[in-house]
């Protein structure tokens, strides 16, 4: 039996119209069950504690569990593709860290396009790397680091958590736009560079506050150079780096993203909850004290950031010469 064209194209349509109505539905009763956060890297660091800290008030605000799995390996490279590859529905989540905006410059290929694969929801921090020494190095300055460096070229070793980190990176950029020549020691996760950094087989390092910020409270390290454009209350009496070298600024950025085709009704939900989640006093008060500036702000605000980082880091990836290990 023939139907009526008319009828045809009025079912034709309402064929085509009912994935868009199901996933509007999806997105209107999101989330039905628990939602995890993948972290790139181990407990312990700063991306871990970020995602933790606030997810038991996500999981408050969303009415279902949030929990956090952490994936190490390959700079992060395993738990990005885990998310790009997940289901777009809002249930797998990544914490967007500095190694997201290095790699593609970092490594030749990868399986994913950051940019392209990973949909902005929410900016959540910036944390700023602190210029640290070993006490036996004769400078108390930034300037009096950079005399000396040029003077002994070689002869002082930067240390790092690994090719491509925030703390490399640092390094890197400070090399190139001061003209020092130091040889540059990566270790398996800053944790592991602390023990030689305090004894003196490495002289400098550019960590991140939180991991730093008791040892120069205790004198074992001398702080010379906050890495943010602006002194930090942590820190009131540190001069920042760029003081000295106009314009120098490095600090890990800190978000989350979903899979591409995520819908919009989802991101937008996520990211008023990630929002309202900065501002709770608690986590504000807990946030500050690491030294960390609370951003916040829309999803296209984020893909803003996440442009310019991943712009800033390319040139120093080819300055430096740098290849994934």
Do not use: C
Request: aromatic share 8%.
């Amino acid at each position: 039996m023939k139907l009526p064209r008319r009828r045809f194209l009025h079912l034709a349509a309402g064929a085509a119209a009912f994935p868009a109505v199901s996933r509007i539905a999806r997105a209107q009763a999101y989330p039905t069950r628990p939602v995890r956060v993948i972290v790139g890297f181990a407990p312990g660091g700063a991306p871990d504690i970020v995602a933790r800290l606030l997810g038991p008030t996500l999981s408050e605000r969303l009415g279902q569990s949030v929990y956090v799995e952490n994936r190490t390996g390959a700079g992060s490279n395993i738990a990005t593709e885990a998310v790009v590859n997940a289901e777009p529905d809002g249930y797998t989540l990544l914490l967007v860290s500095p190694p997201n905006f290095v790699n593609a410059a970092l490594y030749d290929k990868l399986n994913y396009n950051f940019i392209r694969d990973i949909a902005p929801v929410a900016a959540l921090i910036r944390v700023p790397n602190v210029m640290e020494v070993n006490p036996a190095v004769p400078a108390n300055t930034v300037p009096e680091f950079i005399a000396y460096a040029k003077a002994n070229p070689d002869k002082l070793n930067m240390a790092s958590g690994g090719i491509g980190t925030s703390v490399h990176m640092a390094g890197e950029l400070f090399k190139m736009m001061t003209g020092v020549r130091m040889p540059h020691v990566p270790y398996r996760g800053v944790g592991a560079a602390y023990p030689d950094l305090l004894a003196g087989q490495v002289q400098v390092m550019f960590d991140s506050t939180p991991g730093s910020i008791e040892f120069i409270r205790s004198r074992r390290l001398r702080a010379l150079g906050l890495a943010a454009l602006t002194r930090s209350p942590v820190l009131p009496d540190l001069p920042t780096i760029a003081e000295f070298v106009p314009g120098y600024e490095s600090s890990a950025l800190h978000g989350v993203g979903a899979p591409r085709n995520t819908p919009p009704e989802i991101i937008e939900r996520l990211n008023k909850e990630f929002n309202a989640a900065l501002s709770e006093p608690a986590i504000r008060a807990r946030l500050i004290d690491m030294g960390a500036t609370l951003l916040g702000g829309t999803p296209a605000e984020f893909g803003k950031l996440v442009a310019d980082e991943t712009e800033k880091w390319a040139k120093v990836v080819k300055f430096a010469g740098i290849k994934a290990s």
